[in-house]
């Protein structure tokens, strides 16, 4: 057997796996002291990962290395996080290692470097901070779906020839809303139309009387109404959701967090809590303030060769 590619880490863990989690497949291979190095598959389904869980607590397995694309380490995860102290890799760091073969990026190699000490984990925070990220996303997201809604009013009214937009500084105001309310309703007399003009609107009754002439047809009122309709049931979302965040915050102690967040200057409860929910209320997981900055992505690239500084164009 040819061994002179072969590379030899000391050894740092007494016993290991590693897992290569696809979608509907997990590879997974132990190795250490006392025991026979093993590859096993298992399907993705819970019972299988259980079963997978029993092997390896029956090995004595105390560390694990997970290499995922994707969201599909997460329910690998969540099954295992209680008995064993597992880390997620990122692929490009394993293929970095010197003396990794490209058509071998297995469980193998993973376990190899786990039990070595040679894989750098990625930042997964504890359950309560993983599901308030899950909260804040998700109301971030609809937030979005909001607005997107809100461009597509102001879409419609600019095919019906209705220039509201440019006589007022809000399309969302209370003014705009109840004009909007009230052509969707039919009426189509434009006089009581700009009954709802009053002193604090820069334009005058003249530009609003001319903003409002167009050619608003049924079709237009029937998306109008289609759109508000979809506005109402995200806002009513967003309100359960501020409901949900609140409560996980109080139920996991996480409230005063936020609080201290507030005292920055500029910084509100939803920036605050969404502060938390990405990066967690234990600093001890960044070195520090600059790898919590680039983990964050707010450092500048620095692109040098030969001493010269590139610069994207």
């Given at each position: 057997?040819?061994?002179?590619?072969?590379?030899?880490?000391?050894?740092?863990?007494?016993?290991?796996?590693?897992?290569?989690?696809?979608?509907?497949?997990?590879?997974?291979?132990?190795?250490?002291?006392?025991?026979?190095?093993?590859?096993?598959?298992?399907?993705?389904?819970?019972?299988?990962?259980?079963?997978?869980?029993?092997?390896?607590?029956?090995?004595?397995?105390?560390?694990?290395?997970?290499?995922?694309?994707?969201?599909?380490?997460?329910?690998?995860?969540?099954?295992?996080?209680?008995?064993?102290?597992?880390?997620?890799?990122?692929?490009?760091?394993?293929?970095?290692?010197?003396?990794?073969?490209?058509?071998?990026?297995?469980?193998?190699?993973?376990?190899?470097?786990?039990?070595?000490?040679?894989?750098?984990?990625?930042?997964?925070?504890?359950?309560?901070?993983?599901?308030?990220?899950?909260?804040?996303?998700?109301?971030?997201?609809?937030?979005?779906?909001?607005?997107?809604?809100?461009?597509?009013?102001?879409?419609?009214?600019?095919?019906?020839?209705?220039?509201?937009?440019?006589?007022?500084?809000?399309?969302?105001?209370?003014?705009?809303?109840?004009?909007?309310?009230?052509?969707?309703?039919?009426?189509?007399?434009?006089?009581?139309?700009?009954?709802?003009?009053?002193?604090?609107?820069?334009?005058?009754?003249?530009?609003?009387?001319?903003?409002?002439?167009?050619?608003?047809?049924?079709?237009?009122?029937?998306?109008?109404?289609?759109?508000?309709?979809?506005?109402?049931?995200?806002?009513?979302?967003?309100?359960?959701?501020?409901?949900?965040?609140?409560?996980?915050?109080?139920?996991n102690k996480l409230k005063v967090s936020v609080e201290l967040l507030q005292s920055i200057p500029g910084v509100g409860?939803?920036?605050?809590?969404?502060?938390?929910?990405?990066?967690?209320?234990?600093?001890?997981?960044?070195?520090?303030?600059?790898?919590?900055?680039?983990?964050?992505?707010?450092?500048?690239?620095?692109?040098?060769?030969?001493?010269?500084?590139?610069?994207?164009?």
């Amino acid at each position: 057997m040819d061994t002179k590619n072969e590379v030899v880490f000391e050894q740092v863990i007494e016993r290991g796996c590693g897992i290569d989690v696809h979608k509907k497949v997990l590879v997974a291979t132990i190795k250490g002291t006392g025991i026979k190095e093993e590859t096993r598959s298992f399907d993705s389904f819970t019972s299988s990962i259980e079963l997978m869980r029993d092997w390896l607590l029956e090995n004595k397995i105390t560390h694990i290395a997970m290499e995922s694309t994707g969201v599909y380490w997460k329910p690998v995860f969540n099954v295992l996080e209680e008995n064993f102290e597992i880390i997620l890799v990122n692929a490009r760091h394993i293929k970095n290692v010197p003396g990794h073969k490209t058509d071998k990026k297995d469980s193998r190699w993973i376990s190899k470097l786990l039990i070595s000490g040679l894989l750098k984990g990625s930042f997964i925070p504890p359950r309560p901070i993983r599901e308030l990220r899950d909260l804040t996303r998700y109301r971030r997201k609809i937030v979005g779906q909001i607005a997107s809604e809100k461009n597509r009013i102001h879409k419609i009214l600019e095919d019906a020839n209705i220039k509201l937009s440019s006589v007022v500084s809000n399309m969302s105001g209370a003014t705009s809303s109840k004009i909007i309310e009230q052509m969707i309703a039919g009426e189509e007399d434009i006089e009581k139309l700009i009954a709802y003009h009053h002193g604090k609107m820069q334009a005058s009754k003249d530009d609003l009387r001319e903003a409002l002439k167009g050619f608003l047809t049924d079709h237009h009122r029937f998306l109008l109404r289609m759109v508000r309709t979809s506005i109402q049931s995200k806002e009513s979302l967003i309100v359960q959701l501020e409901k949900e965040i609140d409560q996980h915050l109080e139920r996991n102690k996480l409230k005063v967090s936020v609080e201290l967040l507030q005292s920055i200057p500029g910084v509100g409860k939803d920036g605050a809590t969404e502060i938390i929910a990405e990066i967690g209320n234990d600093m001890s997981q960044f070195p520090n303030e600059q790898h919590l900055a680039s983990w964050a992505g707010m450092c500048p690239g620095n692109n040098e060769s030969a001493g010269k500084k590139k610069v994207d164009e």
